[in-house]
């Protein structure tokens, strides 16, 4: 099996910068995926690294270390409808399914 | 922009009942999933399908679950003698490959088992 380990909640400042991380164990890794989830709604793509270094798209950046097994995600000039759960997925074993970790509730306040 | 649709958004049934979710996924997509989420925990894979076929399953997707393609558009899921822990938001994805391609989530069928 995978172990996605994230923080549990987190909270920042409008117009700040939030750094949310993620790390696994796992054998055969074959991508990790990040989503973010509105309340109520479906989670929708940010970002998908499979090579280590940084990813970048936007105010949203995306950095994986396969060596570490870990990644983040980097929100920049955070807006208060940044306000959701980030999914942080993986990818291994011979499987294309990504394996979602419990999320981290982000609460942007002004 | 094309999305995957999902109805309905909110079904309500009664223990040991059966239910038909449905999913119209997005047309050029080859690729179908099934995930559920039980209120506020993580998202959980049910099932993928291609090609008519499943493809992957999970340990959770038992025999109580059934997927088909009854058309060249629909992708539903059938729950059979539903029981009280079934209660979660199902969403259905689609996604053109299988490889880095992102999978696009529907808006999800709200089940309440009674």
């Known amino acids: 099996g995978q172990n996605i380990d994230q923080p549990t909640e987190m909270t920042a400042t409008e117009g700040a910068i939030v750094q949310i991380n993620c790390t696994y164990q796992t054998s055969g890794f074959n991508g990790l995926f990040w989503y973010q989830q509105h309340a109520g709604e479906a989670p929708t793509f940010l970002s998908y690294?499979?090579?280590?270094g940084l990813e970048e798209k936007g105010r949203f950046s995306s950095f994986l270390s396969r060596s570490k097994g870990y990644s983040y995600l980097l929100l920049k000039e955070l807006q208060m409808k940044d306000s959701a759960s980030y999914l942080c997925a993986v990818r291994a074993g011979g499987s294309y399914i990504p394996t979602f970790g419990r999320g981290t509730s982000l609460i942007v306040h002004p | 922009e094309p999305e995957v649709t999902q109805t309905p958004s909110h079904q309500v049934t009664q223990m040991g009942q059966e239910v038909i979710l449905r999913c119209v996924p997005i047309s050029n997509h080859l690729y179908f999933y099934w995930y559920r989420q039980i209120l506020g925990q993580k998202v959980e894979f049910l099932v993928s399908?291609?090609?008519?076929?499943?493809?992957?399953k999970s340990e959770i997707f038992d025999d109580q679950f059934s997927v088909e393609r009854p058309d060249g558009s629909n992708f539903t899921l059938k729950i059979r003698s539903t029981k009280l822990e079934d209660s979660a938001m199902y969403f259905c994805?689609?996604?053109?490959?299988?490889?880095?391609?992102?999978?696009?989530f529907g808006p999800g069928t709200r089940l309440t088992v009674l």
């Open positions: 690294n499979v090579l280590d």
């Open positions: 399908f291609y090609n008519n076929e499943i493809s992957e």
């Open positions: 994805a689609s996604s053109e490959g299988r490889g880095q391609d992102e999978q696009f």
